[in-house]
């Protein structure tokens, strides 16, 4: 057992908690800082008693930060936005939440820090999720240079933003959007392959490596409709959806996402991110230098999307595979 206590920054949302759970079977004590923590009490039966420890901390004042990072051996950032709302922007939590962790990390001695970025951060990206993305790597590598850098393409696994989300769009809509055609290309990582790749890192010590987690296989956008309607059993029409008209899409999704509790099915920023493929360049190691195995979304996603089925889950209709 190490016994050591790492802190997890996002710990409370769907990669959060997997990581979490992966650190606490490693037999770290693990504090999750978070804005409300009586929200997150199902945080607390991942561990032993005790072993999970909730406390306040928003990431966009320093002393909270400070302080959650009291007395801890190792720290992991997962915070990270898909759509701006009120005082919540990329920047202020991508770069300026970054660099409050990173400052903290330095104030207080601790090297041990993982922290998740995604695959396409670049400094010079279009699209500002991905700038400043980049630009929070920058700010962690800077600070600290023994961080981890771990970039995930998009992350799968039950209640994920993607398969869940077009699942649950096939069965209240007869067409689903192919943005951009639907050409970009995807490697969709598991969950929990991510997580254990953020346990194993923080077990053995970060040593200021960058790691792109992709999946096993490729997909393009469409490929990856075809195969969330074959897993639900459902027949909708495809239609693609050329850039120019992306935009007003993205535009009115904003708008719908500014009402509070409403996620927007896509934002400008989204297409500027949809038109570059999210894939591994090859220049970083994966998950196989973690020894990590990464599962398919054909062994995992079925499972999970089962509710969306038109008749539920005991009914058998045709085996998803996704189109070649």
């Known amino acids: 057992m190490h016994n050591g206590l790492v802190t997890v920054f996002g710990g409370s949302g769907f990669v959060g908690k997997q990581v979490v759970r992966a650190l606490v079977r490693d037999g770290w004590r693990v504090r999750v800082p978070m804005r409300s923590p009586h929200l997150g009490?199902?945080?607390?039966?991942?561990?032993?008693?005790?072993?999970?420890?909730?406390?306040?901390?928003?990431?966009?004042?320093p002393a909270s930060v400070d302080a959650a990072l009291d007395g801890a051996d190792a720290c992991v950032n997962l915070v990270a936005l898909l759509h701006q709302t009120g005082r919540q922007t990329f920047e202020s939590l991508h770069v300026d939440g970054a660099d409050n962790i990173a400052?903290?990390?330095?104030?207080?001695?601790?090297?041990?820090?993982?922290?998740?970025?995604?695959?396409?951060?670049?400094?010079?990206?279009?699209?500002?999720?991905?700038?400043?993305?980049?630009?929070?790597?920058?700010?962690?590598?800077?600070?600290?240079?023994?961080?981890?850098?771990?970039?995930?393409?998009?992350?799968?696994?039950?209640?994920?933003?993607?398969?869940?989300?077009?699942?649950?769009?096939?069965?209240?809509?007869?067409?689903?959007?192919l943005i951009g055609g639907g050409n970009t290309k995807f490697q969709p990582a598991y969950v929990g392959d991510v997580a254990d790749a953020v346990a194993k890192v923080i077990k053995r010590g970060t040593t200021g490596q960058t790691y792109e987690l992709a999946g096993p296989r490729t997909y393009s956008f469409a490929q990856l409709m075809r195969?969330?309607?074959?897993?639900?059993?459902?027949?909708?029409?495809?239609?693609?959806?050329?850039?120019?008209?992306?935009?007003?899409?993205?535009?009115?999704?904003?708008?719908a996402g500014a009402l509070p509790f409403v996620e927007p099915f896509l934002t400008r920023d989204q297409v500027e991110i949809?038109?570059?493929?999210?894939?591994?360049?090859g220049d970083h190691p994966g998950f196989s230098e973690l020894n990590i195995t990464p599962d398919t979304i054909e062994a995992i996603v079925p499972d999970y999307l089962e509710r969306f089925r038109k008749y539920g889950q005991f009914h058998e209709g045709r085996s998803p595979k996704a189109s070649r």
Not at 229 to 251: E, N
Request: hydrophobic residues 45%; aromatic residues 8%; charged residues 20%.
């Open 41 to 61: 009490h199902e945080l607390r039966v991942l561990g032993n008693v005790g072993q999970v420890q909730l406390v306040q901390a928003n990431l966009r004042f």
């Open 227 to 255: 195969f969330t309607l074959d897993t639900i059993d459902r027949r909708r029409v495809l239609v693609p959806v050329p850039w120019f008209a992306a935009v007003p899409m993205g535009f009115a999704g904003e708008i």
């Open 103 to 177: 400052l903290a990390c330095v104030e207080r001695g601790i090297t041990n820090l993982a922290h998740i970025s995604a695959i396409g951060a670049n400094p010079d990206a279009k699209s500002n999720y991905a700038r400043t993305k980049g630009e929070g790597e920058d700010v962690i590598r800077d600070r600290v240079p023994t961080a981890d850098i771990l970039r995930p393409s998009i992350i799968f696994g039950e209640g994920d933003g993607f398969f869940t989300r077009f699942a649950s769009l096939a069965v209240m809509s007869p067409a689903l959007p």
């Open 274 to 281: 949809l038109k570059v493929d999210n894939v591994a360049s």
